[in-house]
Every structure is written in C-alpha cells, then in structure tokens.
C-alpha cells in the first residue's frame, strides 16, 4: 500500500507577547527583544498541516483536504485567529505564546480529529523567514 504525506495550509492573525514574569525586564528585553513590547503585537501566522497515511482505494485519497481544513478551522484557527493569545487563549495563561508553545497547541487540538492517517508534522510560519517543526515528541 502506497504511503503520502497530505498537507493544508491555513492562516491567521494574532498578537502576543513573550514575557518571563519569573525574570526581570531587562532579562525579557534582552531575551525576546521586539516580542517583549508591554502591549503586544501582532504576527500574520501560516499554518502547515501534515497527514501521513495509507492511500485509500476507494477515493484515492489518504485524507480528504476539505475535511481537514474544517476540523482544523473548527479546532485551531477558531481559538487563535484576531485573538490575543496571552489574554484570550486560556492554554496560554501559563505558557510563553511563542511559536514552539503554539505549534504544541496546535497539534494538541488537531491530533484526535484526524479521521483516517495520522498528524505526521505541524509547521508554524510566525514570519515568512522562521517556522518551527512539531511532531507530536
Ligand atoms: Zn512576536
């Protein structure tokens, strides 16, 4: 049985800031720079979602793309897009909304609802420059 990878990609907007209150400022300025300003900003955020899985030969498909962009709307972009994480998104108030605690989150809500396959990787684009790869480990 022939294995592929599917993959959909989503967007959304959200603000945030990284701040350590266990740390002093001058520690946060210094180690989060730009994304430690006291009243947040924003990032334009792509999501990339990875299903691995067998083909199945009753439609050729290893998951139906429409199907997972629902659940992953429903699930991920739902909770975060033109939201504040830190103030908005309770799994954050004990967490840094970097974009590795992000990808975390995402995997967390998406992971159960793959109906056929399974998540193979999350990678989350907080710039066009950087993304950070989850794998569920
Ligand atoms: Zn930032």
Redesign the pocket.
């Known amino acids: 049985m022939a294995r592929c990878v599917v993959a959909r990609r989503l967007h959304f907007n959200a603000a ?3 701040h350590n209150p266990a740390r002093s400022d001058e520690w946060n300025r210094e180690t ?1 720079g ?2 430690n ?1 006291p009243n947040y ?3 334009n955020y792509e999501l990339d979602i990875l299903v691995e899985g067998d083909i199945d030969p009753d439609t050729g498909y290893v998951v139906d793309v429409a199907i997972l962009k629902q659940l992953a709307e429903a699930a991920i972009v739902a909770h975060l897009d033109h939201k504040n994480l830190n103030l908005d998104v309770p799994w954050f108030r004990n967490r840094l ?3 590795e605690n992000i990808a975390v989150f995402c995997w967390e809500q998406l992971a159960p609802r793959i109906p056929r396959g399974r998540l193979a990787r999350i990678r989350l684009w ?1 710039t066009p420059r950087n993304y950070v790869d989850y794998e569920g480990k």
């Open positions: 945030h800031r990284l989060f730009p994304c300003n900003h924003g990032h909304p970097s974009a907080e």
